[in-house]
């Protein structure tokens, strides 16, 4: 998985949102499998344009290893920029993240639908809900 400063690197390069668009399908192909008993109620993130399911454990170190679900593929790529965001921080570190400025500055939330941007700001409320 990427770090946040290659996402930058890597959305920087895109010209269009042609181009934004086609890379967060290949992010989102590159989110690990995520195991179908973990598809519950309690994991479902309300309030999504598709159904998405949101996992993490913390580790001895008080950080947190998320994973995630998206039946959309759009959304599985904004659910992975999300997560290469938070990963390895500790509940503190992920509550101070600004996800919405580094999503504008990617270019990605100017081409989003409303009801997309609904689900990603409901994504966002659920990571940093942990702790």
């Not at 192909?29 to 993490?56: A, S, Y």
């Not at 993240?97 to 659920?126: M, Y």
Request: proline residues 3%.
């Amino acid at each position: 998985m990427l770090s946040p400063q290659m996402l930058t690197e890597l959305f920087s390069a895109q010209q269009n949102w042609q181009d934004r668009y086609r890379q967060l399908i290949i992010l989102s192909k590159q989110l690990p499998d995520f195991p179908d008993e973990l598809k519950t109620e309690q994991n479902l993130v309300q309030g999504c344009e598709n159904r998405v399911w949101l996992t993490w454990q913390k580790q001895t170190d008080g950080t947190f290893i998320f994973q995630g679900e998206s039946e959309g593929r759009i959304v599985k790529g904004l659910l992975a920029i999300l997560i290469i965001l938070a990963n390895n921080k500790t509940a503190q570190q992920i509550s101070n993240i600004d996800f919405l400025a580094v999503l504008n500055k990617l270019k990605i939330t100017d081409e989003l639908s409303p009801s997309r941007l609904h689900g990603l700001s409901q994504l966002i409320t659920r990571i940093q809900s942990i702790g």
